[in-house]
């Protein structure tokens, strides 16, 4: 085990920027010096909080005191079983890592947060979700088992349909046989894409707790994932629109499994907004000009399938984009590669604002009943109308959640990029909407979650968390003050 | 305007090669193919051409590839950016340069090409010479290294082309009659992303596969190494001490 005392300020750190503290960093190089740390820990009453590859934006991997306990070395692909397609892993193998060792056995993990440097554990921590979410969910529908070990040491092992809630009631058994009930209620709302606290309802699956729980409940040492045979045809298009109501019109029917077009089955539908474009123009001069909003889809297909299919989605883009000749396509892996340079050039852009020219990022993460998403948007568009400093929308418009992200650069600006942001969060809220459907609360926004859960409903939370962590030591300050 | 290019498909940069037991021939089966990358300017520069001129644009494709599939969806993807029609060579495993431009010129010459556009380099064999042999088959003018291309024309029959070239100290701008060949360099221009009536109307586009006519080669290969990287490989302990003496490498180093 590697213990410091004297560490370089990132482990304080997670993509948020907001700096933490801690007096030593805890390096398990197993999980049995992990289990170790945790009970010692208990025994000394140090609040420690759990670190995975420090990727996320609301500062949960960043200590507020004590112990911070840092994965990284736990990083190791235990076992692949494609017979019952499962892959068994150590909570620190990144999505990038895993991908690489899947791709050998031609399988693949479906759920595609877009920082691929990211671990599984803290995937899980947060229930991350990404462009592939439309089709196949977030994190939760392919984590099958955790081990987990709860803030006093003890050791849980939850498998996915082993351990329902019968009559409100949860009942979880140690592998030391002690017994936990807690009484569950619907607080969670699972009609919208939502990682915006415990995930509590009535007739849950006991695993769903520990998913999204921004390690506050108990930490992952052991993962067991569901994987997929990587498809062997994949469609992508950019769609080019001049005006949002034809772009949110095409949207609906190709969002919709049952249309007109029923062969066209998207498994990812992402958005891009005028500002988000202007960003992108700067590399890639061929984004046609009169686009003022565009729309990414993917789909797998087979071969067999594949003139109709190019057919429908002809048919379909022609009704509504004003430039449907100039749909760009990639169908080879060439082409895809180059889809992804034009994906990725939008964070790398913003990116650039903040590390090169000092800007700091505010990034919403709201997300709304589909129904009301087109009132959504138009209310926030009508917000970021004619702001000065730099400004995206783009995103997960088939999951009704979309990043509005600000950039500012001094005192005055940083006031109104901190109102737009309360505004935008009342207006989604207003809408039954959540604070965050995928970056989770953390410590960054825990005034936005306690606007969004009444007293009540926040305190029946916190007796959850007491009752896995009697002594309130794990992930200190995330998701409640 | 009668307008070819010249286009190469070879391994994919991350493809495992292995050699053949008789140390002459890579391995090309199951790997992934690519275009290779500078023929992918210069296919754009064809069709900025034809945008220009009108006429046709003919691929004339070849490769050590025997999927021949992968190098059917590879070309439709290269016809469905503009390009009309395409020829391909199959299998030109172990061709010396000169046997692949005596056959480029044998299936070329019915065609008749104003201009001849490729790629200024073939990055898989690290060879700059096909353009320059197919030039000279044919008789023709040939610019190597073009990154900028403006068109003059004097009269029907006269194109002048107006050719930027990348020099040791500089660009050089050089005027050149067609027909000629024009080996293109990265810079010229940005791609453009085949267009999904494209695809469907590619579908359509004549593609006839070829077999190598000429195949006396003036060049035998001897023998194929394949050289190990030997660079210097430093594993660095998670000590403070050891990480300092990393952080006093990257600033002194590179
Ligand atoms: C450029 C960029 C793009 C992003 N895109 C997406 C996206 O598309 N979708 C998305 O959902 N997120 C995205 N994120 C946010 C971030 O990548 C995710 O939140 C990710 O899940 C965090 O993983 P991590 O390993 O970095 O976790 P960390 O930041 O280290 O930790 C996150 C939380 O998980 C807890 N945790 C970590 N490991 C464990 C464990 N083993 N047991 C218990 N708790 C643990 C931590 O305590 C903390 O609360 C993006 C971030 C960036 C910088």
């Known amino acids: 085990m590697i213990i410091k005392t004297d560490f370089l300020e990132s482990y304080l750190k997670d993509e948020s920027n907001y700096l933490g503290k801690a007096n030593s960093v805890y390096i398990p190089e197993n999980e049995d010096e992990l289990q170790e740390i945790i009970s010692h820990c208990f025994n000394s009453d140090l609040h420690f909080t759990m670190r995975g590859a420090g990727t996320g934006l609301t500062a949960g991997s960043t200590p507020d005191k004590d112990v911070l306990i840092s994965l990284e070395k736990l990083n190791k692909i235990k076992k692949i079983d ?374 009540e409903t926040i305190n029946y939370m916190k007796s959850i968390k007491s009752t896995f962590d009697t002594k309130n030591l794990l992930g200190n300050n995330n998701l409640f003050y | 305007m009668n307008i070819a290019v010249i286009i190469s498909l070879i391994p994919e940069a991350e493809a495992k090669l292995n050699i053949t037991n008789d140390n002459k021939r890579i391995e090309a089966s199951n790997k992934k193919f690519i275009i290779n990358p500078l023929d992918e300017f210069a296919l754009e520069e064809a069709i900025r051409t034809k945008e220009k001129f009108g006429g046709e644009v003919k691929i004339i494709a070849y490769s050590v590839i025997d999927d021949i599939a992968n190098a059917e969806v590879l070309l439709r993807s290269a016809l469905a950016v503009g390009a009309d029609n395409a020829i391909f060579i199959e299998n030109t495993e172990n061709f010396s340069q000169a046997l692949i431009a005596k056959n480029i010129c044998h299936y070329l010459s019915d065609f008749k090409p104003d201009i001849i556009f490729t790629g200024n380099k073939n990055i898989f064999y690290n060879s700059t010479e096909l353009p320059v042999i197919v030039s000279t088959l044919f008789e023709l003018n040939c610019l190597t290294e073009v990154i900028k291309l403006d068109f003059r024309q004097e009269n029907e029959n006269h194109i002048i082309a107006i050719c930027e070239r990348e020099i040791e100290i500089g660009k050089e701008k050089v005027e050149i009659k067609l027909p000629c060949v024009l080996a293109v360099n990265k810079g010229i221009n940005e791609p453009r992303y085949p267009k999904l009536v494209d695809i469907m109307r590619a579908k359509s586009k004549p593609f006839i596969m070829k077999k190598a006519e000429i195949v006396d080669d003036i060049l035998d290969v001897e023998k194929i190494d394949i050289v190990i990287n030997n660079r210097e490989n430093h594993v660095i302990n998670d000590t403070d001490e050891e990480i300092k003496k990393l952080a006093e490498i990257l600033k002194t180093k590179l």
């Open chain 1, 82 to 455: 494609t017979e019952n397609e499962r892959i068994t892993i150590e909570p620190c193998v990144t999505l990038e890592q895993l991908d690489t060792y899947l791709k050998e056995y031609e399988y693949f993990y479906p759920p595609n947060p877009t920082e691929s440097k990211s671990s599984l554990g803290g995937n899980v921590a947060t229930n991350a979700s990404g462009s592939r979410s439309f089709k196949y969910g977030p994190t939760r529908n392919f984590v099958t088992k955790l081990k987990v070990i709860l803030p006093n040491g003890e050791v849980l092992k939850l498998e996915r349909g082993k351990n329902i809630a019968k009559n409100g009631k949860l009942t979880f058994n140690t592998e030391n046989n002690t017994q936990i009930s807690i009484d569950v209620k619907n607080i969670f709302n699972t009609n919208v894409k939502n990682a915006s606290g415990y995930y509590l309802t009535e007739n849950m699956d006991a695993i769903d707790l520990f998913i999204g729980s921004e390690g506050t409940l108990g930490v992952f040492s052991e993962i067991e994932l569901k994987i997929l045979k990587r498809p062997q045809h994949i469609i992508g298009l950019i769609v080019w629109f001049n005006n949002f109501d034809k772009l949110y019109d095409f949207f609906s029917i190709i969002n919709s499994k049952i249309n007109k077009y029923s062969e066209v089955q998207p498994r990812i539908i992402e958005f891009y907004n005028t500002t988000s474009l202007n960003f992108l123009r700067a590399t890639f001069p061929q984004i046609p000009e009169t686009a003022n909003y565009a729309i990414w889809i993917e789909e797998e297909y087979n071969k067999e399938d594949e003139d109709k299919l190019l057919e429908n989605y002809f048919n379909i883009i022609s009704e509504f984009s004003n430039i449907p000749d100039e749909t760009w396509t990639a169908m080879s892996e060439e082409e895809h590669k180059k889809f992804a340079t034009f994906r990725h050039s939008l964070p790398e852009k913003t990116t650039e604002l903040v590390r090169q020219l000092g800007h700091t990022k505010l990034s919403i993460d709201v997300a709304v009943p589909m129904p009301l998403l087109k009132e959504y948007y138009l209310k926030v568009e009508e917000v970021f109308k004619g702001l000065e400093m730099p400004s995206c929308i783009y995103g997960h418009i088939s999951s009704a959640h979309l990043h509005c992200d600000m950039f500012y650069s001094n005192a005055q600006e940083k006031v109104l990029a901190d109102k737009i942001y309360s505004k935008v969060i009342s207006i989604g809220l207003d809408l039954g909407g959540v604070v965050s459907a995928e970056h989770g609360i953390g410590k960054i926004k825990r005034q936005f979650f306690y606007q969004m859960y009444d007293e």
